[in-house]
């Protein structure tokens, strides 16, 4: 298997009202056996680097290279590289086993098709159409159809952005299955945090058309390389206060709540989210969210003493935003 590279890649949409920078010199790698998620808000330039990647929009700059092999020259459908939508795109006229055949680079191959569809949860709806699926197992459908094309990359947008939590569940362990069958590079991009950090090897942060931060998710969380990572990364994300030169970050499941501390003031709001509840507490440095258990019992208006834990603090330069290491 080969690895898939984006190197400085720009592009740029202008319409009558006003010019946009959609990506700005974006660069990523992504070797082979390895899923980088990317997440990032709405409009953060996700879907138009996928597409580019897929060879559907020309950029204005940079490349994009499968093995060292650069793909400027090569149309969609010689790059070998597949992609699953937010919507399955299934052929609603065709079985699923239609749809896989269809999908076959090399002819219909029964056995491939029933291996393949066995691994993903599908081998009972081969004669049923997609109509007379759920969405969870229309996507797992489009998932082995992407299998089945024998691609060298693989390219996944939103999958499950439109299934209820259980059926994201369900597809995100065929994602699991996926990934062991397959030993290419796999770029997944996401809005949806947790699921980015869950599925992904390594972590990027998109935002605004600009990588802002790449690397192993643990790192990314929990060492954010600048203060647009920091603010947007996590739900709910770090802490920032301010401290002259430095703004100081943490998490709020870092934030220690004890007996007595400089720090202190009065609980502004209490929510409960499952197991946990989140304290928003106004101290002199500004507000700050903690994290502690829900049966935890605190009043309105008391008064909370908190503590930041050292190892847990991060610093970035409030001039330029970057991490101070």
């Given at each position: ?220 969380y929990d060492s954010p390389a600048n203060l647009r990572v920091a603010a947007f ?93």
């Amino acid at each position: 298997m080969k690895a898939l590279r984006v190197e400085d890649v720009a592009v740029t949409f202008t319409d009558s009202h006003r010019t946009h920078r959609a990506l700005d010199g974006v660069s990523l790698s992504i070797d082979p056996g390895q899923t980088l998620a990317i997440v990032g808000p709405s409009g953060a330039g996700k879907s138009t680097l996928l597409r580019v990647i897929a060879g559907l929009l020309r950029p204005e700059r940079g490349d994009v290279t499968l093995g060292g092999v650069s793909l400027a020259a090569h149309p969609t459908q010689e790059r070998r590289i597949a992609m699953v939508f937010q919507d399955d795109a299934l052929f609603p006229a065709m079985s699923v086993r239609e749809n896989l055949r269809f999908a076959m680079r090399n002819g219909a191959h029964a056995a491939g098709i029933a291996q393949t569809a066995r691994a993903l949860g599908v081998s009972a709806h081969l004669d049923r159409r997609p109509r007379d699926l759920s969405g969870g197992e229309r996507q797992r459908v489009a998932l082995a159809r992407a299998l089945l094309s024998d691609p060298l990359a693989l390219l996944l947008d939103e999958p499950l952005a439109h299934l209820d939590p259980g059926l994201r569940a369900a597809v995100r362990a065929s994602l699991r299955d996926l990934r062991e069958r397959f030993e290419g590079p796999v770029l997944y991009v996401t809005h949806d945090h947790a699921e980015a950090m869950v599925i992904g090897d390594m972590l990027g942060v998109l935002i605004d058309g600009r990588l802002e931060d790449c690397g192993p998710p643990e790192r990314v969380y929990d060492s954010p390389a600048n203060l647009r990572v920091a603010a947007f990364l996590g739900l709910p994300p770090m802490n920032l206060v301010t401290e002259g030169a430095r703004v100081l970050g943490i998490r709020p499941e870092h934030v220690a709540v004890v007996a007595d501390a400089p720090l202190r003031g009065p609980l502004e709001r209490r929510e409960a989210v499952g197991a946990d509840a989140y304290l928003r507490v106004r101290t002199p440095l500004g507000l700050v969210l903690a994290r502690v258990p829900a049966t935890q019992p605190f009043a309105l208006g008391g008064e909370i003493a908190l503590a930041f834990p050292p190892e847990r603090v991060r610093y970035f330069d409030a001039e330029s935003g970057a991490a101070i290491s």
